[in-house]
């Protein structure tokens, strides 16, 4: 057997050798890490978030349909119908402006638009009137300036009502056997109210590009025409006459917004 002395010496020398080799790897690994690049993270930017709020300009285009009726107003059957109600269809296509304000999901909003429109209708006139006479109501243009009353389903998608102040370029024709064609034009002012719904498609730093629906009522009331009756030389007569006129129209559109003040950045 080995002396107990020269046991104990060995195990000494191992443990030397086992602790200088542990203190040769630690002081190896800390040079490699002083050495290794320190990366530097800058804060993330917060993300920008769509806002209605701002000002826009876009075109719109659908359909009008109308309806509209004609009463004397002149001669020994004042007060008779001369046509009783009949429809009005046609296209509209024009531009619009306007400017929103977003509170919370709430938007408040004032939109003007100005629309061409070939909107008219036609029927005979009735008896006790001469039924071989056509009486024709026609629109030329239509500007609608209202209020609109937002909520938003989500940042990207609202619906809103809206309502104000229609105005009308029009004109009644009468082409009568007896007198000929008799034409007289008027702006008619009334009243509109109507919904939709509006999605920003492309939204960005600077603001957005949207797409929108919308239904519109306008009434236009009653307005007279031919003032003063109109005699032919062959003794017939195209009276004076109350005009009745209201609108149905149904649009699309889309709108370029701009941003008040730059973007929308949410906080934390």
């Not at 443990?15 to 993270?41: C, N, Q, W």
């Not at 600077?206 to 009653?222: C, R």
Request: glycine share 14%.
């Amino acid at each position: 057997m080995q002396p107990l002395a020269e046991w104990m010496i060995g195990d000494k020398v191992v443990k030397k050798i086992v602790l200088g080799v542990a203190a040769y790897f630690a002081a190896t690994m800390t040079a490699f890490a002083a050495d290794l690049p320190v990366k530097s993270y800058a804060p993330m930017a917060a993300p920008v978030v769509f806002n209605w709020t701002g000002c826009y300009v876009g075109v719109e285009g659908g359909g009008n349909w109308g309806r509209s009726g004609q009463v004397a107003r002149s001669g020994p059957a004042a007060g008779i119908a001369i046509t009783g109600g009949f429809d009005l269809s046609g296209a509209i296509a024009g531009g619009t402006v306007g400017c929103n304000y977003q509170i919370s999901n709430f938007v408040l909003g004032i939109e003007d638009d100005f629309s061409w429109t070939n909107t008219r209708g036609s029927v005979h006139d009735l008896p006790p009137f001469n039924v071989l006479a056509t009486s024709t109501t026609r629109e030329r243009w239509i500007d609608t300036l209202r209020g609109r009353f937002g909520y938003t389903i989500d940042p990207y998608l609202m619906v809103y009502g809206t309502a104000g102040v229609a105005f009308a370029g029009t004109e009644v024709d009468v082409l009568h056997p007896l007198v000929g064609s008799v034409t007289d034009s008027q702006n008619r002012v009334g009243w509109t109210a109507g919904a939709g719904g509006e999605w920003a498609a492309f939204a960005g730093p600077w603001g957005a590009v949207t797409f929108k629906l919308e239904y519109l009522h306008a009434d236009f009331g009653n307005k007279q025409y031919i003032n003063p009756p109109v005699t032919g030389v062959g003794g017939g007569t195209v009276l004076t006459r109350d005009v009745s006129l209201s609108n149905d129209m149904v649009r699309v559109g889309m709108n370029v917004k701009w941003n008040w003040g730059g973007p929308v950045v949410a906080r934390y």
